[in-house]
């Protein structure tokens, strides 16, 4: 009997850890993502190989800085930022739930266009529909299970239709091997938006923040919460090396790629109508588990600054959902809001990993764990490196405002 409790206890945490890993991954995985990889590939070729190696490494050093402290700390990354700097976690809360709206209008539209390519209906009609499937998944009872389950199934399948569709292209995998080690040219800021895209904004905290409301927290669960967090980019690497290779193979042939829809053009001409089909399928999987992490995840960064917002929770990130689906519906891709949400999106990891960083040497905030230093070095060139862009981001995007 004890053995069996044991048993089930051990299926279950680890059940909980691949969720938040999957969480982060799905969160990372939106429409943007798409779009982004099929762009870069094209332009980069096989040294966009390069690209990602890179951007792997960077990522799973901000994540993991991240998942550590927020578990040694039993504290959400913006409780950790005012022990910090007191008013620096509101002020990083705001950022996220302004950038994780913003991006959310833009992740229910893809899941709108998800279902257009399947089953012919208007992108407002199956934004309605996506909207509405989200929604059930915080009215049962466990929201928290049934999310990771939700987010772990839909993720596996747009991973393995992604894979099938590389596999079909026939791309050359010797080729993209040896360039990622030895690229033809390095793009700085392909890296730069890539660990933006992957681990900037909110995305980073989903499944930190994941973990932490399910109990995975304190100094015994570091090296579970270090396997989820490495997990989860390996997650969303495995996805993007599969549409790179699936891109790489229908370039190398000499095939036109249709810039109005680089990713939908990519399946389709690797696959024909089935493959067309298949992207429906990836975009929604991909837009719809980006709603599910936005909305989470955004809450999460406002509800412990009152017992009110913490205990009605559930219905705030209902009506996060509610409120992104009415602006889509309503008035479209705001495109001057996801301008400035994303020129803001780029300064909320170096400022939170900055701060965390700092909360990681404070006894009052993690007590007696000792943070390595070899992961805080790693941690404080991600910061500066992505403070710069994000700050040049800031100041060549919102010129286009007034543009």
Known sequence: MEQNKKTKSASSNWTLLLGAAFLMATSAIG????????????????????????????????????????????????????????????????????????????????????????????????????????????????????????????????????????????????????KTVVPDHIDILSIVTLVGGTVGGYITFA????????????????????????????????????????VLGVVSKGLHINPDNPPASVFQLAAGNIGYKMFGIVMWAAAVTSVVGAAYTSVSFFKTFSPKIEKNSRSIIIGFIVISTLCFITIGKPVNLL???????????PIALGALLIGAYKKNIVGDYRHPIWLTVPGIIVVIIMAVMGGYTLVTEIPKLWG
């Open 31 to 178: 429409p943007g993502f798409l779009t982004q990889t099929t762009v870069f590939t094209q332009s980069l070729a096989a040294s966009f190989g390069f690209v990602i190696l890179i951007s792997v490494i960077l990522d799973i050093i901000a994540q993991t800085n991240v998942w550590r402290i927020i578990a040694a700390s039993e504290k959400r990354g913006q409780e950790i930022a005012n022990l910090v700097f007191p008013g620096l976690g509101y002020f990083v809360a705001v950022l996220v739930v302004l950038g994780g709206l913003a991006f959310n209008i833009g992740n229910i539209g893809g899941a709108g266009l998800g279902l257009q390519v399947l089953f012919g209906v208007s992108p407002q009609t199956g934004a309605l529909i996506s909207a509405v499937i989200a929604i059930l998944i915080f009215v049962i009872k466990e929201a928290g299970k049934a999310m990771d389950r939700f987010t772990l199934i839909a993720g596996a399948v747009m991973i393995l239709l992604t894979v099938y569709v590389a596999i079909t292209t026939n791309p050359p995998a010797g080729e993209a091997l040896v």
């Open 339 to 349: 301008v400035l949400a994303g020129a803001l999106n780029g300064l909320i990891l």
């Open 207 to 246: 499944g930190g923040h994941r973990l932490l409301d399910a109990g995975v927290k304190g100094k015994d669960s570091i090296p579970q919460v270090t396997k989820s967090s490495i997990s989860g980019i390996l997650i969303t690497t495995v996805m993007r090396i599969a549409l790179f290779l699936a």
